[in-house]
Each structure stands twice: as C-alpha cells, then as structure tokens.
C-alpha cells in the first residue's frame, strides 16, 4: 500500500516534468529559438510561418503593359502642363482583383482617385464610383487596383467606364462661382471594355460608348425656416443642383447621384465691441446614393410647398415662393435642368452673446447618370461630372406662406392660450398685492361714498 503510494507520487513528479519540457519546447518555437521543416517553408521558423504578414507583390507597370507586342512607351510622352488623365488598360487578377492603367502626361504631379463604371449594361446599366488605389508608375504610366471591389464569377464580364477622377488643383482648375468648391475633376473615357474567360484564358476587348457630359452646374440650397413637420415646426433646408449638359436633353425622365452627408455644429459669438468669431464642427461622412424619377415631388407639409424632384431651371425662377439671390438667380439662367434631391432638418438657438444651429452638410454632389428623351429616341447615359459643394450661404429662403384657415385658427387658439398662460402665471406671482390694491380701491371708494352720503344729508338740512 505504501509502495503504490509512492509510485503515484513518482508519476506525478514524472508528469509535471513532461509537462514542464512540453512548455519550454513550446516557448522555443514561438520565439523561434527551434526550427522544424515543413513543405514548401524550407526550414523557416513555425514563428515565423504563423506570424508573416499577408502581404501581396504586385507586378509593375511596365511589364504588365508590355505582355501587349504593339505596345508602344513612346506613344505616351510627358507633358507637365497636362494634368489629364487617360484609361488606356482594364486587366483583372487571378484572385479576383481589378487593375486599371492611367497615362498621365503630367506624371506624378497628379493622382487618379475614383474610377465611374457598371458592370450591368443596357436597361441594368447602373454606373458606381470605386475608389483608386495606387500600385505602382513609370513616367507617365499609372498603375491602380480597384478598391473594395471583386471580379464577378461570370464567363463574361462588363465594366461600362464612364469616367476617371482626380483632385481638383488650384491654379489648374476652373473654381466654381459663388463660394462652391470642386472636390474631384471628372476626365471622361466612354468605353465598355468586356473580359471573357476562354479555358482558363482571359480575353479583352473594348467598344466606345456614348456619354452625357455636364458643362456647367450649380449646387446650393434653400432655406425654409417656416416649418417641416405637421406638429413640431422643424426648420429644412431644400437641396438641389442646377446643371446643363453638351447633349440636348428635351424631357429628363431619372437620374443617377450621390452626395456625402455630414452633421455640422456652427457656432457664432460676438462681443460688445461687435467682434465676431465663427466655429464649424464636423461628423463623420457617409456617401447617399439617390435615383430620382419625374413622377416624383418633395415638399414641406406644414404649408402648402411641394416641387417636383426633377424640374427645369425655368420652374424655379418662376416659383413664387421662393426669394433667390442675385447670384442665384444669375447662375439659374443659364441652367437648364434642376434636381431638388433632399431636404434635411436644422434647428437653431441664440443666447445674448452666442448662437448655434445644428444640421446636414451636404457636399460633393456628382450626377452618376441621366436617362432622357430627345427626338422620340430614349437615352440611358453615364455622366462626366465633377464633386461639387454648394456655399454655406443659401440660396435663397422661402416667402411669408400663404395659411389654411385650420392653420390660422390653430394659430389663434395657440395665441389665446399662451396669452392665458402669461396671465395666470401673472396673477399667481402678484395675487397678494393685487388683494391689497383691490382692497385699498374698495375700501377708498366706501370712503368716497360715506363722504358724499354726509355732504348730502347736511346739504338738505
């Protein structure tokens, strides 16, 4: 019995030995102290197979264009003073990847940043904007991958580009009028290119195709301080884009765009001097694709304001409700068609010597794509357009509104009721010296009446 005792103890000891070496063993390949040989890994480290950085080589630029015989590096000189940019190779991976290539005259001076495309054509043609991330260059020859996007499993394969985009440079670019800002400047391309996977082989081809190009166009907004919902009167600031194209477009059925929404916080304060001091606060960004269609209307229902999503410049000069700048006014007459695309809420507050007001910015506004009618013949394009902000200054607020009689009632009952809230509230702070009032002007008139009771009285006699 004692014997059997001890050899338990003696396992023990053993197993808590083994177990010690198997943690010191485990200990050495972490840190990589002992290497073992595994297939293909020729005696790295087990460390050092586990902790590798996922990292992918790309091949360059030039021996990716030159797998092409009738390419030519001479057909893409330089140029500093051109800033465009030209697609002349869509290429897909073998992991699903896409790759475009760029000739940039002006080199590295500029960078693309998003390409516009659909990978549905015809009645499902539907462009999107993908962010560009750069692989590598040579001279004037770019090479980018296609950011969060993925090669369709498909036997054939469409990418409909409508355009490419760079960051608009100041002293290059054109600035809009009237405190707008330029985000992106769109170079426009109008080719569909097609991959088709032949066993296991890729093949590329590319046809031209038609675009609507925006020539001229104007973001801003209207404000409409008079009310945005049916009980709670919110504040709403309209927006749209005014724009003309190089196409003549006689009925503008749908359209493609996005814009970027940010919350904001401006606030203003201000001394007994005069002096004043601005602050503008930011949130976070998110991109809001919108397709609008003619039959569509926005609209204000706390009065009676509504307007057609889509509308010509003409419609909106004309609305009576509306007080636009000079400046607005201006540029509208040269537009032609508008897209009255969203309303967000603002609410404000001031103080004696502050003021805040809360709402949406809303910025970079791009048309992706126009569908239109011109001579009996129907058109689905993409559109070469630039990422444009409107002025933090409106464009234009909204008229003294013509009331319902049920709002100008309400709005009488609101009046009575408030004038009776004052005036109880009033008398429940001054109740105790109205008594003594009311009492002093009783009780002075029963002297008065004493008096001339007794002035009567001795007057007779």
């Given at each position: 019995m004692k014997r059997h005792k001890k050899q338990t103890?003696?396992?023990?000891?053993?197993?808590?030995?083994?177990?010690?070496?198997?943690?010191?063993?485990?200990?050495?390949l972490v840190v990589g102290g002992i290497s073992i040989n595994l297939d293909g890994c020729e005696g790295l480290p087990l460390a050092s197979v586990r902790a590798a950085p996922s990292e992918v080589t790309y091949t360059d630029v030039m021996s990716d264009l030159k797998k092409d015989e009738s390419f030519d590096p001479e057909a893409y000189p330089a140029d500093e003073k051109d800033f465009g940019l030209e697609l002349i190779q869509l290429a897909e991976s073998t992991s699903g990847e896409l790759f475009v290539y760029v000739y940039q005259p002006a080199g590295i001076k500029v960078t693309a940043t998003e390409i516009r495309f659909s990978t549905a054509i015809n009645e499902s043609f539907k462009p999107v904007?993908?962010?560009?991330?750069?692989?590598?260059?040579?001279?004037?020859?770019?090479?980018?991958?296609?950011?969060?996007?993925?090669?369709?499993?498909?036997?054939?394969?469409?990418?409909?580009?409508?355009?490419i985009f760079r960051k608009w440079l100041e002293g290059v670019d054109k600035a809009p009028t009237g405190g707008q800002t330029t985000g992106s400047v769109s170079y426009a391309v109008g080719e569909c290119w097609t991959a088709c996977t032949v066993d296991g082989d890729v093949m590329y081809s590319a046809l031209a195709t038609e675009v609507v190009t925006v020539t001229d166009k104007r973001v801003g907004y209207i404000v409409y301080p008079s009310g945005f919902q049916w009980v709670e009167f919110k504040k709403c600031e309209s927006h749209y884009v005014a724009f003309t194209t190089d196409r003549d477009i006689e009925r503008l059925m749908e359209a493609d765009l996005t814009y970027v929404s940010k919350p904001y916080t401006y606030t203003a304060t201000w001394n007994d001097l005069g002096q004043v001091s601005?602050?503008?606060?930011?949130?976070?960004?998110?991109?809001?694709?919108?397709?609008?269609?003619?039959?569509?209307?926005g609209g204000i229902f706390t009065h009676k304001y509504s307007w057609k999503r889509i509308q010509t410049?003409?419609?909106?000069?004309?609305?009576?409700?509306?007080?636009?700048?000079?400046e607005a006014k201006k540029d509208l007459e040269g537009m032609l068609w508008v897209l009255r695309f969203a309303e967000t809420e603002y609410t404000s507050s001031a103080s004696r010597y502050s003021s805040v007001q809360k709402g949406t910015?809303?910025?970079d506004v791009t048309i992706l794509r126009l569908k239109f009618e011109t001579d009996g013949v129907v058109y689905n394009l993409g559109v070469v357009d630039n990422k444009q902000t409107s002025s933090v200054i409106p464009d234009g607020e909204d008229n003294p509104p013509a009331v319902h009689?049920?709002?100008?009632?309400?709005?009488?009952?609101k009046a009575i009721g408030l004038w009776l809230n004052k005036a109880f509230s009033w008398f429940g702070e001054h109740w105790k010296t109205l008594l003594i009032v009311l009492g002093c002007v009783v009780g002075g008139l029963f002297v008065v009446w004493v008096i001339v009771t007794i002035l009567r009285k001795i007057a007779g006699k």
């Open positions: 103890r003696a396992y023990s000891l053993g197993g808590l030995i083994l177990v010690v070496l198997l943690l010191v063993f485990i200990v050495l904007d993908y962010a560009l991330e750069l692989l590598d260059y040579s001279g004037t020859l770019f090479k980018y991958m296609v950011a969060d996007f993925a090669v369709k499993p498909d036997a054939v394969r469409y990418y409909d580009v409508v355009c601005e602050r503008w606060q930011y949130g976070d960004g998110t991109t809001v694709p919108l397709t609008l269609t003619g039959e569509q209307t410049a003409k419609e909106l000069l004309e609305d009576k409700t509306v007080n636009l700048t000079s910015r809303v910025s009689w049920w709002a100008r009632l309400a709005a009488a009952f």
